[in-house]
């Protein structure tokens, strides 16, 4: 017998036993013992009955020893990292930001990747973006602002605000417009704001929640690193997620600078916004809380409070909405997972979004995340009874009301 | 079983490209370069037959920016041996050139196999692989989207355009040009990539690129110019989505 217990404790530990110790070191991770198994994770998850191991599930396996068959399934890469299970969990388990990010995590050690997950890593390791576009380019967006945007590199002086701008408003030709109308905001209302341009790297939250843990702090590294080149008051980002990242994860990487995400920061100019908002936008508006907005950080009213600003605006809420709002599906790499999880779903969260939309007769769905955008309108173009649905960022329709010309 | 694989760097198309006051060449000081396509395939083919076989897995690189992080990422994935050949590559070496410079330093090796990118898109002068296996003295195939081995020789598959497959034997040692491998490239997690970059050995040889390789000379590198019945359509997507239906609609097309 004792022979039994001397080999035994010699034995490396095995992966199951890795996974389930190391998950309860995290903030509050060892609630994970306290699982009740009752469900309701699986249940809230939008895309849980396509799941091999939901969170409740993955526990189980975890509580068997058996963590092997979750990294042999690839059925965890459904997981849009949207905080849904997290927020209705009675134990309060730290579900997204825990388990089902170490889950990936261990997918991806073990190389179980979907190819264009692969792909969008890749780019992120290289360009220091996910859509594989020159590092050079990023400021080309800002051509022919007016005034032109400060670009600290180039002005060699501090500013109050620097302007996170992100992957997507400095790449993406849709996404590129919500930049656009941010820029003028901020120059209306004589914010002295700068960006990084070219020094600007992705935030990488989101390749953190798809499992690239080293990719999110070597690129955090360089972020840090190009922050502490400049003066500045504090940073603002057009992206949740950059918000996020900086918010909540860069600290402990020894990056830490007071940051808001541009409704926060807007809804505090609210008095000096107001007087500039002349133009009627004439419309029934819905709003689609961003996951990493509203669930993970709290941030409910501040979008409500511009959008209700805008003169002629009628706001009225989809069935799911602020808690328990619905992801748009970009969440934890589900950006780079399109062609697998419609493979595996064979339809999108962001088409049922547009439906609730739809169903409250909104004539624009109104977004404050960059990834949002783009999804919904290509999900408004397959929804045979969505034609007359606008998708639009919170600053564009700002951007619209204000008293100037348009470009 | 010795595998060798010597990967090539190409000017990554993500850059825009200016040509060099010379006219000859593209302006390097503004190429960033990466590794080919094709030698990811040839690499991973590698350390898939190593898995399978036992082999051992040597991968040869010239001394340009990213060689390093490349070097490493291939030991990430398997290889056991790394060796960068040290001289100006930077500067830009015709294909004849680089597979004079391997030719010179794969012997001592003794391969079993050495595996290529089938191709570059800067293959201006004809491919490595081939010339290659003439400076070695050995059989090349070419357009491989599978090997196996087995004695003495290697069973591989043979892309012909059409869509049609030749299996062939071919006695070893020989050159093979990996058009792609039997699995995609493995992802390697950034975490792995970051301890190889620090325990990575990489051996540095001395190498040399020949004055004269025998590479075709470059006349004149220059834009695409617009020919005379064409017309460039000029402006924003409107524009020129506008200006595409009226010609489609000329046309009668539309
Ligand atoms: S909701 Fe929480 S307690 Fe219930 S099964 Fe899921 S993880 Fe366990
Ligand atoms: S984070 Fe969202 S998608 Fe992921 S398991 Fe929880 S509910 Fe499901």
Known sequence: MTVLVTASTTQPPTLNDAVYSGLQLIENGERIRTCLQCGTCSGICPFGHLMDYPPGKMIAALRAGAFERVVNSDSVWMCVSCYACTQVCPAQIPLTPGLMTRAKEEMLLAGNVPEELQHALQFSQRYGNPLGESPRKRAAWTKGLDPPATILGKAKRPVDVLWFVGDYPSYHPRVQRTARALAKILAILDVDFGILGREEQSDADSQRLAGERGLFEMLAEKNGRAFAKYQFGEIITTDPHAYNALKNEYPALGISYPVRHYTQFLAERIDQLKPHLRREVKARITFHDPCYLGRANGVYDEPRALLEAIPGVTLVEMFHHRQTSLCCGGGGGGMWLDGFQWEKARSRISEWRVQEAIKVNADILAVACPYETPRFEDAVKTAANGAHLVVKDIAELLAESLDIEEE | ?254
Not at chain 2, 163 to 169: F, K, R, Y
Not at chain 2, 171 to 186: F, H, N, S, T, Y
Not at chain 2, 193 to 215: F, H, K, V, Y
């Open chain 2, 1 to 254: 079983m010795n595998i060798v694989v010597p990967i090539n760097f190409v000017p990554d198309l993500v850059e825009e490209f200016s040509i060099a006051d010379s006219g000859k060449d593209l302006d390097r000081e503004w190429v960033s370069l990466m590794l080919n396509e094709f030698d990811d395939h040839a690499i991973e083919q590698a350390i898939l037959l190593k898995e399978r076989t036992d082999a051992e897995v040597t991968v040869m690189a010239p001394d340009v920016e990213g060689v390093d992080d490349a070097l490493a990422t291939a030991s990430a994935r398997g290889a056991d041996r790394l060796i960068k050949l040290e001289d100006d590559f930077e500067a830009g070496a015709s294909k004849h050139a680089l597979a004079r410079a391997y030719a010179a330093a794969i012997p001592a090796l003794q391969p079993d196999l050495v595996l290529t990118g089938v191709q570059a898109h800067d293959d201006l002068d004809g491919t490595v692989g081939p010339l290659l296996a003439e400076y070695l003295g050995m059989p090349y195939v070419g357009y491989i989207s599978g090997v196996e081995i087995g004695d003495g020789a290697a069973l591989v598959r043979k892309e012909y355009p059409g869509g049609l497959i030749a299996e062939m034997e071919v006695m070893l040692p020989a050159v093979l040009g990996i058009q792609a491998a039997d699995q995609p490239p493995r992802y390697v997690a950034f975490s792995k990539i970051r301890q190889a970059m620090q325990s990575a050995e990489i051996t540095e040889l001395e190498a040399e690129i020949p004055e004269d390789a025998g590479a075709a000379a470059v006349v004149r590198m220059y834009l695409p110019e617009t020919g005379e019945r064409a017309e460039m359509i000029e402006g924003d997507e409107e524009e020129v989505a506008s200006r595409l239906v009226e010609l489609f609609e000329q046309a009668g097309i539309l």
